[in-house]
Every structure is written in structure tokens, then in C-alpha cells.
């Protein structure tokens, strides 16, 4: 299984919601991703998470909040986000990260919110 | 600033010419290199990668690439390309200078005429 999975693919809210995403990934790996991506434009990381501890966090702001309950998942809890927010939210899994040089991050196919 | 550049914005070829993408980064020490495709509506997709040893990799899909340490280069290469082969071609780094963080160049945008 070298999948990583995230739900829900698709996510309509409102600037007042909370909802949160969710990534699984069932490949013994140790590191977790969140990246944000525009359309035509590339990744950029939100959080690192290694061994379920924050490790990075790229100045994102509070409205964004991750969460690792366990080593398999990884969630992005979402509060009061702003229309400039919509874009695919995508997960990703290595197997470590920083002595974590040597590996490759798997992806999952995102979600795609949009924020009204 | 650090970063990772890739040259072509937009390439527009026909089915059976050759392709070839530039890619440049500025970290200094060691790297691993990679180069991920995005498939219309995919996920992004691992097509190669670079750690150590022979600077020449093959990847899946017929692509290879070569690191050239001392042009801080990863180029993509493929000798005939298939119409199947448009897609998002993005480059990205590991660097330990950069807090091992996978840092995406801008992506090159491959349309492949029939």
C-alpha cells in the first residue's frame, strides 16, 4: 500500500465554519505533510510533522490548525478562513524527515476547499 | 534567497519529439533531487529521484534525468514524448541548508500535440 489518503476530496465553507482534513497513510512512515497549492503554481508546505511532533511550521496562520493523533494520521483543523484561502491542500508521507535525507514524499490527490 | 528554478514556463511540443526541462537550485551541501508530474486532476506522482551515486537516474515512464553538481542542475529528459506525457512537470529539492524541507520549483507546463 503505497498510498497517502485525505477526506474530503472536495470542501465548500463558510468564513464562519470549522471543519477539519483529514490524511491517513498506512506506509510505517514517521514524517507527515501539509502543502497548499494555487492552481498553476506549485506546493508550498504549510507543517512538518516528524515522529507526531510539530517539527516545522512555515508561518501559517492560526486559522490553520494541524493535528497528529498517531502515526498514521495527520489532520488540518480549519477556522475562520478568509476567501483568499481556497486552494488543493494536499497531504504527504515520507518515510523521516530530517535525518531524512534519502527519501522520497508520497502524495494524495488533496482537497480541494473553497472558502465563501 | 535559496531556491529551486525551473526555466520553461510553458513547452508546446509534437508527440515523438524530445523533450529536455531545465531545473537549477542554490543550496549548498548535499541535495536529493526529484522530479514529480501532475497529471491533469492527479495527485503528484514521483516520475525520479537522485540521493547518490550515478548522476544519470531513470525514472518510470520512459524520463530520465542528470544531476550535474557543479551546474547545481537536475534536468529532465525524455527522447519521444506522448501526447499521455501532458502534465505539470514540477522539480524539487531536499537540502539540509534548508531544514530538509521539500522546496518545489515553479512547474513547467507540458502540452503534447497529437
Known amino acids: 500500500d503505497t498510498e497517502v489518503t485525505q477526506t474530503p476530496k472536495h470542501l465548500v465553507m463558510g468564513m464562519t465554519n470549522k471543519k477539519s482534513l483529514k490524511c491517513e497513510q498506512h506506509?510505517?512512515?514517521?514524517?507527515m505533510y501539509w502543502y497548499k497549492q494555487k492552481a498553476k503554481k506549485p506546493p508550498e508546505l504549510m507543517f512538518v510533522?516528524?515522529?507526531?511532533?510539530?517539527?516545522i511550521n512555515e508561518s501559517v496562520p492560526s486559522r490553520f490548525s494541524p493535528e497528529c493523533p498517531n502515526s498514521s494520521l495527520l489532520n488540518l483543523h480549519l477556522h475562520a478562513l478568509q476567501p483568499e484561502d481556497s486552494a488543493l491542500y494536499l497531504c504527504?508521507?515520507?518515510?523521516?524527515?530530517?535525518?531524512?535525507?534519502?527519501?522520497?514524499?508520497?502524495f494524495g490527490q488533496g482537497t480541494r476547499l473553497t472558502v465563501v | 534567497a535559496q531556491s529551486v528554478s525551473q526555466h520553461n514556463h510553458h513547452v508546446i511540443l509534437s508527440e515523438a519529439a524530445s523533450l529536455e526541462l531545465g531545473c537549477n537550485y542554490s543550496?549548498?551541501?548535499?541535495?536529493?533531487l526529484f522530479w514529480y508530474v501532475q497529471y491533469p486532476g492527479q495527485h503528484l506522482q514521483l516520475l525520479l529521484k537522485?540521493?547518490?551515486?550515478?548522476?544519470l537516474v531513470k525514472g518510470i515512464k520512459g524520463f530520465e534525468a542528470e544531476f550535474i553538481k557543479s551546474k547545481f542542475s537536475f534536468n529532465l529528459r525524455k527522447p519521444s514524448v506522448q501526447w499521455s506525457d501532458t502534465a505539470e512537470y514540477f522539480c524539487?529539492?531536499?537540502?539540509?541548508?534548508?531544514?530538509?524541507?521539500?522546496?518545489f520549483g515553479a512547474g513547467t507546463t507540458v502540452t503534447v500535440r497529437a
Open positions: 504527504a508521507s515520507s518515510l523521516r524527515w530530517a535525518q531524512g535525507a534519502n527519501t522520497e514524499a508520497f
Open positions: 506506509m510505517g512512515h514517521r514524517a
Open positions: 510533522y516528524s515522529y507526531e511532533k510539530l517539527s
Open positions: 543550496y549548498g551541501g548535499t541535495v536529493n
Open positions: 537522485y540521493f547518490s551515486g550515478d548522476p
Open positions: 524539487a529539492v531536499i537540502a539540509g541548508s534548508n531544514d530538509y524541507k521539500l522546496s
